[in-house]
C-alpha cells in the first residue's frame, strides 16, 4: 500500500474526526459485538459435535479429521491474496535490502581503513620532509593538502548513509505504518507462526482424548479451560485478578459438572449404531480403553486451548488492528504445510496404517463442511470475540452452549436426563450455576 501524500495543514484534524466517528459504533458496541459472536459460536459447536459425534463413531482418523479442518483455513488465502503476495515480495525486498547493506557496510568499513592507513601514511611523509626542511609556506600546504584526504573520507561516509537510506524497503515503511494503523504483515505472520501449532496440538489431544474415555468425563474436564484460561490470562496480563471473577469460575465449574453428570448416556443422543466392523476398527486400529490416558489428554487439551487463547490475544490485542482473515489465512498456510509434510513422512515411515480407513468421498464432503462451519467460521468468530471482551469472558461464554445443547435434545428427540427426575433437576441446576458463571465474568 503506497503511503499517502502528505495532507493540508488542517486536514489532519478533519481526517481523525472522520476516522473516529466511523470507529464510534464499532467502540460503543464491542462488548456487545462479541456476546453476540460467542452466541453464533455456541449455535455452530453444537451443531458441529452432533457431526464430529457421527463421523467419529464409523472410525474416522482424527489426525486426517484434524488435518482437514486445520487446513479448511486456507480457503481464506484468495480473500487476501494481494496482502500475501505483497508482504512475500516486502520480505524479500528487505532481506535483499539487508545483504546489500550489509555489503556497503563492509565496503565503507575498508574504505575507511584504507583512508586511515593514506593519511597516516601522508602525515609520515610531512613530518619527514618538515624535519628536512620546514618553512610557513610548506606548513600551509602540507595542512591543505591534508583537506582532500578527509574530506574524501567525509564523501564516502555521506555516500554510505545515502546508500543506506536507499535500501529501506517497503517492509519497513509498512511496518512503521503498522505502529501507527493496522498490525503489519510480518506482524500476522509471526502470530500465525507461533499460534498454528498449538492449535493443531489442542484439537489432536482433545479429539483422541474421546477415543480413550467418555463423553462425561471430557466434559467435565474440558471444563477447565476457564480455569487455565484465567490463570493463563493473568500471568500475560492480559485480565485483572478479582475474587468475583474466582467465584464465578467456580460456579461455572461446578455447573458443567453438575450438566454432565445429568447426563448418563455417554453419548447423550442416540445416533444410528455403529457396525461391528466399524467399532473393531476405529481411528487406530483398536479398541481402546485407556480412560487414564484419554482423561490426561482432555485435561491437556483444555491447557493447550487455554494456551492458544491468550497467545493470540497477546499477539493480537486491538481488535481494530487486526486483519483476522489475513491471520487465519496464514495460519491455514502453516497447518496446511507443516501438518501435511508430519503426515507424509509419518506414512513413509510406515505410521498411522489407518489413517484413511472409513475415509470415503461423502465422509470428506462432511470433514469439509466441519472444516469450515466449526472451524473456518467458529475460529474468526470466536478469535473476534477474544479481542473484543477477553480470553476469560469468552471462555467462560461458551458455557451458554449447556443450556442451548439441552434444548436442542429436548426438541430433536427424549434426551437422557430427561427420563429421571434427578438427571433433570441436575440439569436445571448446572444450568443455573452456569449461567450465573457467565454473568459473574460479563
Known sequence: MPSPAPPAPKSPKRTNATIALARAPRACSGAALGYFFIALVCV???????????????????????????????????????TIARGCAAMVES???????????????????????????????????????????????????????????????????????????????????GEAGMYSFEYHLKAAFVVAPIWVMA?????????????????????????????????????????MKVAAIVAYVIGTVLVTLADRDPRGVNFDEASAEDMANNALGQNIQSPALGNVLALAAAGLYALYTATMKLYL?????????????????FNFVGYGAVLIVTRALNGLPNLFFAF??????????????????SDYLWARAVLLTSPTVASIGLSLQIPLAATVEVFIGQPAWASHFQNAALMASGTLFVIAGFLGVA
Open 317 to 333: 490485542k486491538d481488535d481494530d488492528k487486526t486483519d483476522m482473515t489475513l491471520f487465519f489465512a496464514l495460519m491455514g498456510i
Open 95 to 177: 532481506a535483499r535490502g539487508a545483504r546489500a547493506g550489509q555489503r556497503d557496510a563492509r565496503r565503507g568499513a575498508g574504505r575507511a581503513n584504507a583512508d586511515d592507513e593514506a593519511e597516516r601514511g601522508h602525515s609520515s611523509s610531512a613530518r619527514a620532509g618538515a624535519a628536512k626542511k620546514r618553512t610557513p609556506g610548506e606548513g600551509h600546504a602540507n595542512a591543505v593538502e591534508l583537506v582532500p584526504l578527509a574530506t574524501a573520507g567525509g564523501e564516502g561516509e555521506t555516500r554510505d548513509a545515502e546508500r543506506g537510506k536507499a535500501n529501506e524497503t517497503a517492509a519497513s515503511r509498512a511496518k512503521r505504518r
Open 360 to 377: 470415503t468421498e461423502r465422509v470428506f464432503w462432511l470433514a469439509c463442511a466441519k472444516a469450515f462451519f466449526d472451524n473456518v467460521l
Open 44 to 82: 455452530i459447536w453444537i451443531a458441529a459435535s452432533f457431526l464430529v459425534a457421527r463421523l467419529e463413531a464409523h472410525g474416522l482418523s482424527p489426525v486426517l479429521l484434524s488435518f482437514i479442518c486445520g487446513s479448511g483455513f486456507i480457503i481464506l488465502v484468495p480473500l487476501r491474496l494481494g
Open 203 to 243: 484439537q489432536l489431544a482433545f479429539d483422541y482424548s474421546l477415543l480413550m474415555t467418555t463423553v462425561t468425563a471430557n466434559s467435565m474436564l474440558s471444563s477447565s479451560s476457564a480455569v487455565f484460561t484465567f490463570v493463563v490470562s493473568v500471568y500475560m496480563g492480559l485480565d485483572k485478578f478479582s475474587w
